[in-house]
């Protein structure tokens, strides 16, 4: 008995000793990794109490650039940001989109693009002060900034060029976080960045449920989408000086017209951004489409041929059904890029409603609208 | 041989020039088009249901229309202003109209940000684009020609384009502070100039008011010519200075205000054709220029826009970057070849 | 065919200046001037008097502050820019023109008082134009450009051009300006030539008094904001021509025909000779400052003495010495190396 329990203590001290060297030798055997569905700008790692956020490749063409972030509930530790903030400031109203979903709106401070924000309980905030205007990119208010004294500054950053200013204000003491998540290409990778942000709030369990809900309730509406005959084909945007700008076939809106159930007229144009194509070009294909989307910022039919006054000539023009994405706006401000961030699913919806079910009420839609 | 027949040939000679880059700008684009489909076009020997027979008649015969228009305007006008201010470095925006264009568009596309209400908000339609650019330029070369008026020195005016167009672009530069990214593209790709945003339709008005700039100038050439021995000598030889004067005013208002409210600001052929005109044909006559500057200037533009879609694909290319890059290196060779004979 | 006119210009109280900003500056006032046929003008005045104000005014192409001013008989504020443009052509002084300019081009161009809106130029341009072109000898130049003739045939270019506009009444704003002298003279033979056999009446400014005074029918000397005309002559003999100099340091020598500094720091010296040798020994001499004297004795006596092969000088200083020079430069040498400084 005696030697059983000797023995028995050895091996417990001798697993102990191995996993402490291996913790010496090396942090990411033990730190275990949040693995992301979609998302691909961010990683989420735990490290002994600490949470390590990391932004990867946060403009574009970037290479091999990651920018490391240190959370704790404790805020102990050099170049921590203690955790959950509680006041935050934003530079674009997709930050504010996610915050909001995580209930945590009444913590923004300051915002970039103030007159740009649809949501009601924020505008009502940002009509008495409490929220104030940040200004934009390189011309911040530095100001505002350093007498707000946020917790932290959601920032985005479109060039290189940008950095400087920020980096004056993490030496004042603001440290900045830039979000990455307007690279996403597939609509559920921007919207899983809210899990990026619920650390932030020390809310991370709700970031994965919301996650999750949204990735079910976004496929649930793609597999049923598929039940469907009919595959509709999909032109977006409106010709600008005689040339049809459209964005490629990797794009955030060609995805949602995929995911739906649809086909996109420039399927074959590979690429994340717009390109121009000659309206020559779309003329010939025009024959083909079925549902004409995102028609500039117009909300009848005839402010759609006024664009362009040839545009009346296409083949079954007449036939074609026009849908804007401006059903919830407000004087500048348009909920689908703000809301619509974090629920894709709404707005596959409302694309698989216009697809598919031909019957289907206005009243349904939530970002779209017929235009007549 | 006679100077008249030397001008005949050279004339024919271009004309011919000019069909051939028409024939091969008409042939460009994505669908595919044969020569022959072009003849059965204009003997009306088809039936109108052919591939090409539409993109034909709705996109590519207005472009080359207005490529010649457009080449033919901003040359004739661009050689009215070297010749007024006798400048080399004169152009058709010299006195402002570019920037009047500018700014009308700007506030149009931008004024969301800066007015809480932009014409873009109730949707841009093209009408409005021309419009906006049309007021602003007519404003400020409203604005150029009520100075115009009570000075005598011509030099003066000059300058006061040039300070004018540099407080325009002070304006749209605190307009595109002020907007978003979207807008702010839309604005940037109208100063980039395009050939293709003129229909059949529009050209119902772009092709009076070229021609009528055009006329202006021809009825003028000859007091242009004296123009050009000093304003002192013209007088003394019983040109009426002020009535030319707004005769070329006009004229450059209707050519270059034109073609910017239609086509955005497109820049270099006015400053390049006349001296290229001027150095190949050696001659300082405006009633020899100014044909040779419409031909050449059309040519030249016809060239640019089959440039400006290589190979008939999908990639186009801004109009002012092809105008740019073909024409620069070709008047610095120009000039360096012939040192002397502009101005003394 | 020549047509007659009784006057061809005549002013008759004008007055002309400048307006600026409501300060107005009066150049020349209560003017009364006439000008006929066959007459050569030289109107000649300091710096700034207003002697461009002046032809630019008789032109037409600023206005009158006051006065009624005729051309061939016809008040000017009757006449049409093109009318004005057939009796009256203008050369002014040098202007930078395009190098690439035919001298052919520029010529014709004095045809367009006579041009119809779309017909061109008239029909006997071309005869006009040659004409033109033959007077002033630059016939051969027709097809070169600007940039390639000589500064002296451009300017004969642009009197051609006056010519092929064919009027009675030629302006010119100091046209000898830029000329070499073998040019000058040229010019004014011609413009002579046009004044005797054309009956034209040519008004031209210059600062060249020497020419003025040989070639001019008539002087317009500004002075004092008004003008004084009067033939060459007269103008030396009272004396009026010194009134384009500042009459202090400066009078004008009517034996000599120029202007010369008063006061002689270096003495006085006898000078002996004759012809034009002793002539221009006396310019040298009261160049370098000495005074002349004939008829005085004593003192420092140079005597010029002309052969058929040279010339001679003898100099007799009053120390007795006596030296003899070969040269002007070699005399001056000598008088100079004696130390006759100046007092």
Partial sequence: MKRQFIYGFLIAFACCAVSCQHADVDDDTTASLSGNLYASGFQIKHNKGDILLTVKNPWQNAENINYEYRLNSSGKGKNVIEIPVQRVACMSTTHVSFINQLGHADKIVALSGTNHVYDKKLRIRIENQSVQELGFSENLNLETLIQLKPDVLFAYVISPAELPQLQQLEELGIPVIIVGEYLEQHPLGKMEWIRFFSYFFDEPERGEAFTDKIIASYLDVQQQSKFYDNEPTVMLNVPWQGVWWTPGSDSYMAQFIRDAGGKYLFQDMKGNESQAVDMETVYQRAKDVDIWLNPGSVKTRKQVFDSDNRVKYFENFDLIRIYNNNRRVGDNSNDFFESGVVRPDLILKDLSYIFHAENSHPDSLTYYQILQ | MTPQNKHIITGSLLVLALLLLAVIDLLTGSVEMQFGDVIRFFTGSTDGAEIWYDSFRLFRIPRVITAILVGAGLSVSGLLMQSLFRNPLAGPYILGISSGASLGVAIAVLGAGAFGVGIMQSGMSELWLVISAAAGSFLIMLLVAVIAIRQQDIMTLLVLGVLIGSAVSAIVGLLQYMSQAGELKLYLLWTMGSLRSVSLQDLNYLIPVIGIGILLAWLISGNLNLLLLGEDAARSLGVRIQLTRFAIFVSVSLLAGGITAFCGPIGFIGIAVPHIVRTVFKSSDHRLLIPWSIIAGAGIMLGADILSNPGGGNIILPINSITALIGIPFVIWLIISKRKSFFQ | ?343
């Avoid at chain 3, 009134?243 to 025909?257: H, I, Y």
């Fill in chain 3, 1 to 343: 065919m020549i047509e007659k006119y009784s006057t061809y210009l005549k002013g008759q109280n004008l007055k002309m200046g400048y307006q600026h900003s409501g300060k107005t500056q009066i150049i020349l006032e209560n003017l009364n001037l006439q000008a006929n046929a066959s007459e050569l003008i030289g109107l000649i005045g300091r710096n700034g008097s207003g002697k461009s104000t002046l032809l630019r005014c008789l032109m037409g192409m600023r206005p009158l502050m006051q006065g009624e001013l005729i051309l061939l008989d016809q008040p000017i504020h009757y006449c049409t820019p093109k009318q004005k443009a057939r009796k009256i052509a203008y050369v002014e002084a040098s202007v930078n023109l395009p190098g690439n300019l035919r001298v052919y081009e520029i010529v014709a161009y004095g045809r367009y008082p006579y041009s119809a809106l779309l017909r061109k130029y008239d029909t006997d341009a071309k005869t006009k134009v040659h004409h033109a072109m033959e007077q002033m000898k630059v016939l051969h130049l027709a097809d070169r450009q600007l940039h390639q003739i000589s500064d002296g045939e451009r300017q004969r270019c642009m009197i051609a051009r006056a010519l092929a506009q064919d009027t009675p009444i030629i302006l010119l704003d100091e046209p000898a300006a830029h000329l070499d002298i073998a040019n000058r003279y040229e010019l004014m033979k011609m413009l002579r030539k046009l004044a005797d056999e054309q009956e034209k009446c040519i008004i031209m400014s210059s600062h060249d008094l020497d020419i003025m005074l040989n070639y001019s029918d008539k002087l317009w000397l500004i002075h004092q904001k008004n003008i004084i005309s009067q033939a060459p002559e007269d103008m030396v003999i009272q004396k009026n021509i010194e009134l384009l100099v500042n009459a202090s340091d400066l009078n004008f020598s009517m034996e000599d025909a120029k202007f010369q500094m008063m006061g002689n720091p270096r003495g006085w010296l006898s000078l002996k000779g004759e012809g034009l040798v002793f002539q221009w020994t006396k310019r040298a001499l009261q160049r370098i400052g000495f005074d002349i004297e004939c008829n005085k004795i004593g003192g420092l006596n140079v005597i010029v003495n002309e052969c058929d092969e040279s010339t001679e000088w003898e100099i007799e200083f009053p120390d007795k010495t006596v030296h003899k020079a070969f040269s002007i430069e070699q005399l001056i040498d000598i008088l100079k190396s004696k130390h006759y400084e100046r007092t």
